[in-house]
């Protein structure tokens, strides 16, 4: 009784100490995350990257390195002028789409049928991962209840070659056995 | 010449119609058992004879074409369209398949020499072989056909001939542009083979999984070549096309993705249908569409469907890519539905935690990953189609959608091989999974403390947030597959009393399969570390008159020069660099810009110091038109090197993994 009684004890203090690690580490983690550092000069390089270059190049206007690209160098004198006039990000590709049309965008926009584009992988996956998992439960159940009837009907068991074979097949496929 | 190899490509064409319709009847007469006026035996040989002569004419017509080239035939329009004589040899080479007709040519050879091996090894299994033999004709025929009637590589010019050709585009000449390409082809025309092999077994309901086996080596093969090919096509984006970086989702980029996606799914999901007799349809399908995507990335690229940097011309061939690949979808489904009572499984998944179940999850991921890069690739077409305007689908919706995606995958690349079949107890999970769980987090307050963190200004730094993933993820997989190693070496320490290095080896010797896909695992790791290096790229331009200086990171670059020069190809402007780390010079680099005399096309060669940690990417703009100083752009790209170890380990890994295991001495004597 008394050393059931010590155990459940050293146990609560094993949880304990179980607690007070997981809140350390959640602490130290928290005040990691609140160490962001500002950089506003970033907004120029992050709508570069969402931006075209309109030369047919196909890159990015970040990363448009032509010489002599005279799409590219104004393209990116009308973004620096539009951040520093104090517009919004969405303001900016909003005239940047206005004037050069939707495929100066690197990515569809949220609007209109471009939602689509970013709607359809999202529900894909999902259907996909939700499809797998109720067909695995479904056949780990058939194959539970298969056991269970045999089981029941003492067929699973009776037969001590299947047994050997069952033990082989466990072997051969186990953890050991291969990729 | 042109008249010759026009004539081995006919000769070609005759002996694949040839193998295809003997074989074809041949196979009838046997699976019928009707008396027939000949041997249906002899009758499938000639038809596996001619396939093989097939191989020697489509061999004559490449002759033909490099030589032409050599010779500089300018008579042929292809040879003065794509070369000149001022190329140096190599890229004479490398003409072959710098255009539609030659690329063409290089496929049809390529699927010529896989089909001469193939009937070369026919005696392994004479019938499945016959079978896979003339599906294969059946796709030499129709390639072949593409060659002879709608992109003849031997047209000759009309008119008043010219004394030098066009040359080839600056952008293909670099070193890596002779290798890249046939690497690429040879993974795209190789799942061809296991392509035959999947529908002619389901034709003839073979029985058993031999199929499946015979196939592995092929699909490993090319899975291995398309791998380099694509991981060559990134260091060739990284080192000439000087943006500084190695992946633009591009089109055709994203055209050899999907069929790697795939492929890697049927490489793995093949092992339950080898270990517990599941996913048969599963598999038959994933082969089938991993050569209908490689189809489909051909006609993408060469029928100017979507807009790509590396497009070829236009022209009519999309329609002939266009009917073959819907004839194919309808001979699979139409064999499918036929055959797929055959396809019936043995075996059921019996817990949602077993390796089963995380092959089923990593097929899931990576075939979710192929939707979304043919999603992508597709959208601007679908768009124009339903709301009248195309829309640009580039870095910036994959780095969304495809990055999570990938890094689940990654996870299962560390959860899948810690479960066992079957099922398993919590007990089991709590042993394998405590050491790569704490890793995993260490290495996530590692990173908090260098630096990197995912939130910037109150808002979520998506770079940075995939970065810190990733290199979480990345400590915990390579925990998870070093301590499963590291156990397994530990018990064959124990039970054959050899130092722990010497079963380290032997486990690898004894099952190459596992301990192969480890290697390949690990690689991918250190790819995965790579890539998300470029999340903390730093850059740096500046016009840099002599004596000038720029820094970028821990270096300072000074311009001490810059001079011409120039040869028989191209005339180069160059600039000298000398780079210095706290004051110390530490060497040169001399960034380029080409012009090439032929076209007049400019081309950036890029200077790239690098190390374990990061390189240092130079190029040279340009000049200042007005100034008529050199522009220099510096990158500082952390880890990149990362990612071609990485991929040295894949290779590493695939060739340990074809390597046949050593049998233990207990079984090898019982035999």
Redesign the interface.
Known sequence: MIASLHMRIKGAQGLNNWIKGAQALALAVAVCFSLGASDSSARFSDLGHRLMCTCGCAQLLGECNHVGCQESGREREELAAMIASGDKDDTILSAFSAKYGATVLAAPSGKGFDVVAWIAPVAVFVAALLGTILLVRRWSGVSLSAEKAALKDGTAVADPANESLVEKIRRETGADGGF | MAAFGSLALLIALALAAYNLLAGALALRWIATGQPTPISPERLADTARRAGIAGFAAVTCAAFALVWSVFTNDFSIAYIAEHSNRALPGPYKFAALWSGQEGSLLLWAWLLAAYGFVLRLTHKRDVKLYAYAGVILSAVQVFFLAVINFAAPPFSLLKGVLPDDGNGLNPLLQYPEMVIHPPLLYLGYVGFTVPFCFALGALMMRYPGEKWIKITRVWTLVTWLFLTCGIFLGMHWAYAVL????YW?W?PVENASLMPWLTGTAFLHSV?MQE??GMMKSWNVWLIFSTFLLSILGTLLTRAGLV???HAFAQSSIGTWFTVFLFFVLAVCIFVYILQRSHLKADN?????VSRE?SF??NN?VL??AC??VL??TL?PIL?EY??G?????????YN??AIP?GLFLLLLTGVG?LL???STSMRSIRRNFIAPTIAL?VT??AC??AGV??????AV?QGNLYALVAFALSAGVLTAILSEYGR?ARVIAKQTGKNIFAAMYLLIRR?T??YG?YFIHIGVVIVVVGLAGAAFNQSNEKELALHDTMTIGGYTLECVGFDQASNDNYTSDFALLDVSKGGVKQFQMTPE?RVYLSTGQ?Q?MVAIHSVPGWDLYV?F??KN?DTNQPII?AILNPLVSWIWAGVLLIALGTLVALFPSQKPAAQKGGQ
């Open positions: 000087g943006w500084g970086g633009g591009d092992m270990k517990k807009s790509s940097v059921q998944v019996e817990s949602l179940s089923l999850f899931l075939l979710v939707f979304i999603w992508g959208f768009s339903v709301v305007s195309k829309v640009t689908v580039g870095a910036p919706f969304r959608v995606i091989p066992p079949w079957r987090w996530v307050i908090l403390v963190r995912p939130w910037k200004d109150g730094d397994g099952n399969r596992r896909g810009k400019p950036t190029v703009e340009g038109p752009k």
